[in-house]
Every structure is written in structure tokens, then in C-alpha cells.
């Protein structure tokens, strides 16, 4: 039965992704009504984001979700470091030494994620007041967005056509090619890496135990290795960059896959492609929004910064947004105290940090000249120390955030 599209609300939702099913979610256990469209009209297949890291983990427990992940996915206490142009391991980050409720990267595909967010949506409206509601109303695209002083009107396109929802705030949580972000007027300034990201779901033999990530640095390009729960079972995900992708990437064929592979690889690193299920490619851009807050408009997740897969952190980034908007919306919704300021001048410096991490860490990884290559090499086993290796570790855990 299709549930008919509300006309008013307190919060409208555009983009129904990890970071929108976070924001409702954070809403629907503070009482507040919200209505999420999306302009698909299923949700996506989608390994996507699949790293979720301890502060991600923790910052979902109160909400009900992180028990229903961390019963699916894959946990991984250790990332080891190995150099191509050197052949030999240079560093491993222990998670499994971090004092924290979850001391590992979790590894799950993003399509779970969002539906252990969309089913604990759906427990939270039915225990809440009248206009908390789970539905994710698709396809609505939306068109138009106004504001004014008491609220937004947004114009949406619909299997009934063009209809208007009148909400106090929106959030567009719209993904990279965000609408909200073009029909506002944000910039999104930044720069295009100069690798781009073939993303690989294959079976294999050898490479990492399922507990341990690998990732490989290399004057080439960077390639990391993870398991990931998925279907069929036993399925390695391998994120390679490289300059130029290959012609026919989405046929890539094992032994294509397997050259690019042997090219980064320490010599010596016991790896064998058995099948390649899927192959995407991506561009990378490190970018971040000028601005989060546009009066009664805000942007989150992806919509708001953007970044290469390279250290796993765009799905948590995306989650955390989410989580700290509800909170603020929530606040000023329940208790009239405007605390909205507080979501840019929070989230925003969080979004850089993130965005200016990982192009280091895409430049130092994939570093071309083999002079400053060979002292990424050198200077990378001083990380062994166990005191900065902790600094290390909890950094890519979010947790010193
Ligand atoms: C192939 C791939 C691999 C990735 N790998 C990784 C990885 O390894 N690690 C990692 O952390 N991240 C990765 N990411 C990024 C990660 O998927 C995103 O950071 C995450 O999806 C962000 O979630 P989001 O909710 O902000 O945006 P999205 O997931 O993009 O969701 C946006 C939603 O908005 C909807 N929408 C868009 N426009 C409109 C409109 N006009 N009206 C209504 N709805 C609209 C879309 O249909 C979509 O459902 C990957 C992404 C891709 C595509």
C-alpha cells in the first residue's frame, strides 16, 4: 500500500543514505516528526561505505543500532602497512589494543547498515508520539527548495506527480551531487586527486586473514585488501588506485586484476584472484562545502564533503553528521533553545580534518617520486613506537576526534 506523501512536517529529509537514516533515526528517538524522501524507488544494492570504525560503533549504540551490526560484520583489530617499492611490512595499527567498547573496524556492506538503521527507524516511530513515522517515501526527487522566516517549502516529483511538503527545517543528505547544495548556492571547493579508485569484489586465496586489513602503498597506487560479509559468502573487497583506469574496468577479468595487484605488491605477498564479482570506478576529490548551514537548510554526509575510500572513513563522516544535526534539531524542536550554530561549527572543522587526512594519506600512499617514497619507507616503522602508534590508531578510529 503506498502511504500517501504528508504535506507538513517538522523536519524534511532529502536522501534516504547512511547519513539521512542516521539524522531520522537520532529525530525518532527524540520525538520529533520528519519525513525522509528519496528519489530511488528501492533502496540501492550497495556495498558502498564498509568500513565502520569504533567511533561510529559507539556514537550508535545508545540509538539500538550497533548490536545489529556488530552481529553481521566483520571484525578486523589490526591493519598492516606493507610497501611495494620496498617489498616488506612497514607498520601494523592494533585496534584490538584501543580502550574502547569495540576495539576493531567493523566490516559490513553499506546496504546493511542502512537497514539496520531503516529497521530500528521503524521500532523507535512506533514507540514514539503520532508524526514519528519510518516510511522512507520513494521516488520523490526533489525540485525546488524555499525558505522563509517560520520554515521551508520543498517541491518534490512523485509517482503522483509534483507535490509541496511544508517543514520547519530540511537537510540534504542528498549524496555528492546534492541538490540542496545546488539549488542554496553552496560552493563545494576542492580538487580532483590525481588517482582514481577501481573498487573490486572478488574471491581469492591468500592476502589477509579475515581479521586483519591490508593495504599496500606504492609508487603505482595504493591497494587494500578487507573481508567483507556479503552475498555469496567470502568475498574480499580490493580498493586500487591507480592513474589511468583500465578500458573495459567493468569486465575486468582475474588476471587483469591480478597484474595490477603483483605490480604494487612487496614481492613475496602470497595473493591469488580466483573471480571478479564487481568492478566500479571512482574519481577522487578531496572537497568540503562552504558552508553546512543555510538559515533553516543544512547539509550532511556526502552532500557536505567528499573524499577517496582510501582510510574508510566517508560512511562514518556521513553517520556522525547525522547523528549530531538530529541532535541539534531535536534540541531546538523540544526545547526551543537554538542550538543550530552548532552543528557547522562542529561538524564542518570534523569535515575538513577528515577531507585534509585522507589527501595525505592518498598522497603519502601513492607517492610517485621513489626518493620521497623511499622516505615514506624509512620514516614509517617509527610509527612502531607504541605511544604514537596509538596516536596513530585511535586518529583512524575517529576516536581522538
Ligand atoms: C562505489 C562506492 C564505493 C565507496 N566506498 C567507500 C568506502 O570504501 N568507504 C567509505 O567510507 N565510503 C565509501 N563510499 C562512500 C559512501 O558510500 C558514502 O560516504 C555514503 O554513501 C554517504 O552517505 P550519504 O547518505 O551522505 O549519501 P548517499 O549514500 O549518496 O545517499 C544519498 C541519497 O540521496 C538520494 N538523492 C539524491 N538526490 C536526490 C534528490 N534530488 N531527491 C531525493 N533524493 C535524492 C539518493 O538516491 C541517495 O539514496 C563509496 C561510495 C561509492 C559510490
Given at each position: 500500500m503506498l502511504t500517501e506523501l504528508p504535506t507538513s512536517t517538522d523536519v524534511l529529509i532529502v536522501g534516504a543514505g547512511a547519513t539521512g537514516l542516521a539524522l531520522a533515526a537520532t529525530l525518532a528517538a527524540r520525538g520529533v516528526s520528519f519525513v525522509v524522501i528519496d528519489a530511488l524507488a528501492e533502496p540501492r544494492r550497495f556495498a558502498g561505505g564498509i568500513a565502520l570504525t569504533p567511533q561510529t560503533l559507539e556514537l550508535l549504540e545508545p540509538l539500538?543500532?550497533?548490536?545489529r551490526l556488530t552481529g553481521i560484520g566483520n571484525r578486523a583489530g589490526a591493519a598492516r602497512f606493507?610497501?611495494?617499492d620496498r617489498n616488506r611490512e612497514v607498520v601494523a595499527l592494533r585496534f584490538d589494543k584501543l580502550s574502547t567498547r569495540f576495539p576493531y573496524l567493523l566490516f559490513i556492506p553499506q546496504q546493511y547498515t542502512e537497514k539496520a538503521l531503516t529497521d530500528r527507524l521503524g521500532e523507535l516511530a512506533a514507540g514514539t508520539r503520532s508524526g514519528v513515522e519510518s516510511t522512507v517515501y520513494r521516488p520523490y526527487k526533489l525540485l525546488s527548495l524555499a525558505q522563509d522566516d517560520t520554515g521551508v517549502t520543498a517541491t518534490v516529483l512523485g509517482p503522483d506527480g509534483e507535490r509541496t511538503v511544508r517543514a520547519k527545517y530540511a537537510?540534504?543528505?542528498d549524496g555528492v551531487h546534492s541538490t540542496v547544495r545546488e539549488l542554496t548556492h553552496v560552493g563545494f571547493p576542492g580538487e580532483l586527486f590525481r588517482q582514481s579508485y577501481l573498487q573490486n569484489d572478488v574471491f581469492l586465496t591468500g592476502g589477509p586473514p579475515r581479521d586483519e586489513v591490508h593495504m599496500f602503498c606504492s609508487r603505482l597506487g595504493a591497494v587494500t585488501f578487507a573481508h567483507i560479509p556479503w552475498d555469496p559468502a567470502g568475498v574480499v573487497r580490493i580498493a586500487l588506485s591507480l592513474?589511468?583506469?583500465?578500458?573495459a574496468f567493468s569486465t575486468l577479468k582475474p588476471h587483469q586484476l591480478q597484474a595490477l595487484i603483483d605490480e604494487r605488491a612487496p614481492d613475496g605477498y602470497q595473493v591469488k584472484i580466483t573471480e571478479v564479482l564487481e568492478t566500479t570506478h571512482h574519481p577522487a576529490s578531496h572537497r568540503v562545502a562552504e558552508r553546512y548551514r543555510i538559515g533553516r537548510i543544512f547539509l550532511a554526509g556526502d552532500a557536505a564533503h567528499s573524499h577517496s575510500p582510501i582510510g574508510g572513513q566517508a560512511i562514518n563522516l556521513g553517520m556522525q553528521?547525522?547523528?549530531?544535526?538530529?541532535?541539534?534539531?531535536?534540541?531546538?524542536?523540544?526545547?526551543?533553545?537554538?542550538?543550530?550554530?552548532?552543528?557547522?561549527?562542529?561538524?564542518?572543522p570534523a569535515g575538513r580534518e577528515v577531507v585534509d587526512l585522507t589527501r595525505q594519506m592518498n598522497q603519502i600512499a601513492t607517492e610517485p617520486n621513489?626518493?620521497?617514497?623511499?622516505?615514506?619507507?624509512?620514516?614509517?616503522?617509527?610509527?612502531?613506537?607504541?605511544?604514537?602508534?596509538?596516536?596513530?590508531?585511535?586518529?583512524m578510529a575517529g576516536l581522538d576526534r
Open positions: 539500538g543500532v550497533t548490536e606493507f610497501s611495494g537537510a540534504g543528505t592513474d589511468r583506469p583500465p578500458a553528521d547525522g547523528a549530531a544535526l538530529g541532535t541539534a534539531l531535536g534540541t531546538v524542536l523540544n526545547t526551543g533553545e537554538d542550538v543550530l550554530d552548532s552543528y557547522e561549527n562542529e561538524r564542518r621513489r626518493w620521497k617514497g623511499a622516505l615514506r619507507d624509512a620514516l614509517f616503522p617509527v610509527a612502531r613506537i607504541p605511544a604514537l602508534n596509538q596516536r596513530v590508531t585511535r586518529v
